[in-house]
């Protein structure tokens, strides 16, 4: 189909300014030329963008660089659009007439402790199209760090979830088993709008960080958000398999929209 595509682009079709659907797979012949699966059809949106697109396209990298989510609302008769801020991401849809295509920037997974579990998660997040910043207090341990290329930031914890994950897009995870700094983290994350605050530990370990955030006062509508022990149930020991059940926890909750 890209292929087609490019052919129908070198032959000047696309040229000029609206809007055109170009359909495959519409009929057995054509499934099996193009190779589309189990009897698959495609419907792709063509536009044409013209200079007098640029007002919205800045408005929308705008609204993305302010990591908020935004809503592009095309007009397939009239080929007009509007862009207008949303709440959540939605998935692309087409009512009648009317084109709906949500942007917005990319999950941002900040984790709270550089040791070899942050490495396995960074790796499997990047690989899931997340944005991985890693965080720690201990200047040695970030020195040691063997995961993948992401920033690595020194500091408190709570001044880098402020700065850095306390949006609705951001996910925040303590990794450390240091209470005096995974409290901390998680003490600034949950007060915060981020969508995720998960922490890493056992039952017995969760038990006592949740008595310890009592004892410091924090509201139980700012506990009751909190994911831990973090990641599925899924017998999970090593650091890969881990990142694997913490990966899927993810995975679940955003797909049913949670």
């Known amino acids: 189909m890209e292929e087609d595509l490019l052919a129908r682009l070198h032959r000047g079709e696309f040229d000029g300014s609206g809007t055109r659907i170009v ?9 099996e030329r193009l190779g589309l699966p189990c009897g698959g059809r495609m419907e792709i949106l063509v536009q044409s963008l013209t200079a007098a697109d640029c007002s919205w396209l800045e408005t929308l990298l705008a609204a993305m660089e302010q990591r908020h989510c935004v809503v592009r609302q095309l007009n397939l008769t009239t080929h007009e659009t509007t862009v207008s801020p949303v709440d959540h ?44 910043l890693v965080t720690d207090t201990r200047a040695q341990v970030l020195s040691q760090w063997e995961g993948p290329t992401v920033p690595l930031l020194q500091g408190m914890p709570d001044d880098i ?56 006062e924090l509201p139980e509508s700012q506990i ?17 398999e881990i990142a694997i059940s913490i990966m899927a926890e993810l995975t679940l909750l955003r797909r049913k929209g949670a």
């Open 23 to 31: 359909e495959y797979g519409v009929s057995a012949e054509e499934n």
């Open 89 to 132: 991401y939605h998935d692309l849809a087409i009512e009648g007439q009317q084109l709906s295509q949500c942007f917005g920037p990319r999950m941002r997974l900040l984790l709270v402790g550089a040791g070899q579990l942050a490495q396995s998660l960074a790796e499997l997040a990047l690989a899931m199209d997340y944005e991985v």
């Open 161 to 216: 979830v402020r700065e850095h994950a306390s949006d609705r897009h951001c996910i925040i995870i303590t990794l450390t088993h240091d209470p005096r700094i995974d409290d901390m983290a998680l003490m600034e994350a949950l007060g915060t709008e981020a969508w995720y605050v998960g922490a890493l530990g056992s039952m017995r370990t969760t038990d006592k960080r949740l008595q310890r955030l009592r004892q410091l």
């Open 224 to 240: 009751a958000r909190l994911h831990a022990p973090v990641g599925l149930d899924i017998g999970s020991k090593t650091p890969n």
